[in-house]
């Protein structure tokens, strides 16, 4: 009913730029908080962004001054913009909202996950 496709993954050199997005799609009648997590080699899952409807906005302290979440909402798309890139960034990076169905479907809220998309920083 409800899906989350993520894209703009690649591979890039330290110091360099990559832009994510994620699009939702399907039965969505309201999008609350949508956000980013990224879990590395050998490393626990965890928020590298968050942002409400209203766009505030939530860093986690390894990326704050060098990423920006952004989204669009009447493309029902969140957007991570990363700048800086460091080794340490390599991680695939899943996007995640709490979206509401339309009245069809229920109208219940729930939590949804796209399925990844794999960010390589290296030289």
């Known amino acids: 009913q409800v899906q989350l496709v993520e894209s703009g993954g690649g591979l890039v050199q330290p110091g360099g730029s990559l832009r994510l997005s994620c699009a939702a799609s399907?039965?969505?009648?309201?999008?609350?908080?949508m956000a980013w997590y990224r879990q590395g080699p050998g490393n626990e899952r965890e928020l590298v962004a968050n942002i409400t409807s209203a766009g505030g906005t939530n860093y986690a302290d390894s990326v704050k001054g060098r990423f920006t979440i952004s989204r669009d909402n009447a493309k029902n798309t969140v957007y991570l913009q990363m700048n800086s890139l460091k080794p340490e960034d390599t991680a695939v990076y899943y996007c995640?909202?709490?979206?509401?169905?339309?009245?069809?479907?229920?109208?219940?809220?729930?939590?949804?996950w796209g399925q990844g998309t794999q960010v390589t920083v290296s030289s």
């Open positions: 399907g039965n969505i009648f309201s999008i609350n908080t």
């Open positions: 995640n909202a709490n979206i509401k169905t339309t009245p069809l479907y229920g109208g219940s809220w729930g939590n949804y």
